[in-house]
């Protein structure tokens, strides 16, 4: 008997140890039930965390925020959308349109995102698309553009009637990256409760109550998403969060906790990382060429989310062109870009901002004096 209690003991002490050596973020994220899942930061595209994130699999009704993002980018929101008779045949879920009823998209945008009206995404693709194949090719070119390359669209709503419809996980925290940096879309994204006309010979108002029971109810930090479900792909879930100046995307597919998932994945997130920033007066402050000293300005901040840990290993280089005798005489015939400032971590490079010079910034026209105290550091309001 005390032999096997000693066995159990050195089994127990070997476990612990190997544990010691599983990076701490591995082990945070063993309860995400996903079959598929990642979490990146959202202006850089860091991957935080994934799991299997690079397999394809069905995603369902998240393939509406590619529709949703096409639409906006058309610039055809105000225009007025005739429902056709396809668009009310669509099966699943509906925002119950009616054959010959005139809305306008953007009212369908908000009936895509908010209630996953399938009806809606027919609508949008032949009003945008001149029909939902044209509109699928649309799609497919704009996932190419953006970088997804393990992703094939066949539908506008991701029900499973095509079998070359899928993505990645990764694929699609791509999609959302390029999709927050519209304002519109992230207005929608972010909508709890949206009102749209009634349907023709009804009073009041259609009220779309938003989905995303995170964004609703289930996490404060919760800015927008969408969700998804088909028999094929299961539960599908891609949404952002915001806290402490961090924002972060998170996309689980095949997942039978989403909510749990997403909100685990988050902790995890804002708890391990922050962002680290140089602002562009001390980007620029730094350079003491005596021709680009006080003519020069960063277009923004270097920033890159970071671990504590790391927050020690970040370099900034700044590389600029080597001004030309011709450009003292006449500094008006200096490139606007003459360079740029890169943020790196550790050897490699995670952010970059150009170098704009400006003949008639501080630099020019100050005289010999104010050249001096700009070397010496000293700052000057004159």
């Known amino acids: 008997m005390n032999k096997q209690k000693r066995l159990i003991a050195l089994i127990l002490a070997l476990a612990a140890g190997i544990m010691a050596f599983v990076p701490e973020r591995m082990r945070a994220m063993d309860g995400v039930s996903a079959k598929s ?28 925020i590619m529709t949703a993002i096409l639409a906006i980018e058309s610039g055809k929101m105000d225009d007025t959308v005739t429902v056709s008779a396809r668009a009310v045949r669509t099966e699943g879920s509906s925002i119950y349109l009616r054959q010959g009823e005139k809305i306008k998209l953007r009212d369908l945008v908000y009936g895509l995102m908010l209630r996953s009206g399938n009806d809606a995404a027919v609508a949008i693709a032949e009003h945008v698309g001149g029909s939902v194949e044209g509109f699928v090719f649309l799609m497919n070119q704009k996932a190419a553009e953006i970088g997804m390359r393990d992703t094939e669209f066949a ?167 080597k001004p030309r005798k011709e450009w003292e005489k006449y500094p008006e015939r200096a490139p606007t870009e003459v360079g740029k400032a890169v943020l790196y971590l550790h050897q490699k490079a995670v952010d970059s901002v150009p170098l704009l010079y400006e003949p008639g910034k501080e630099g020019s026209g100050r005289g010999f004096l104010w050249q001096v105290f700009r070397f010496l550091g000293v700052r000057s309001d004159g």
């Not at 394809?56 to 998240?62: D, G, H, P, V, Y």
């Not at 708890?271 to 000293?293: G, L, Q, T, W």
């Not at 504590?308 to 280089?317: F, I, T």
Request: overall charge positive; proline content about 4%; charged content about 30%.
């Open 37 to 64: 899942a990642i979490l990146i930061e959202q202006h850089s595209g860091r991957v935080l965390f994934a799991k299997d994130a690079y397999t394809k699999r069905r995603i369902a009704s998240i393939t509406k």
């Open 155 to 321: 539908n506008p709503h991701g029900l499973d009637d095509a079998e070359n419809h899928y993505s990645t996980a990764y694929d699609m925290a791509l999609l959302m990256q390029y999709a927050m940096k519209n304002k519109e879309f992230r207005r929608i994204s972010g909508t709890k409760v949206y009102r749209a006309p009634a349907p023709p010979g009804e009073d009041g108002a259609r009220v779309w109550r938003n989905k995303n029971k995170l964004l609703t109810s289930l996490y404060e930090y919760c800015t927008g998403g969408k969700t998804g479900y088909t028999k094929r792909a299961h539960r599908t879930l891609v949404t952002t969060a915001s806290k402490g100046g961090i924002d972060l995307i998170a996309v689980t597919l095949d997942a039978p906790d989403d909510w749990n998932d997403h909100i685990a994945m988050y902790e995890y997130g804002f708890s391990h990382y922050h962002i680290a920033k140089v602002s562009s007066e001390r980007v620029v402050d730094k350079i003491s060429d005596p021709f680009y000293r006080g003519r020069l300005q960063a277009v923004r901040d270097l920033r890159y989310p970071v671990t504590d840990k790391e927050e020690s290993g970040l370099r900034v280089k700044v590389y600029l062109l």
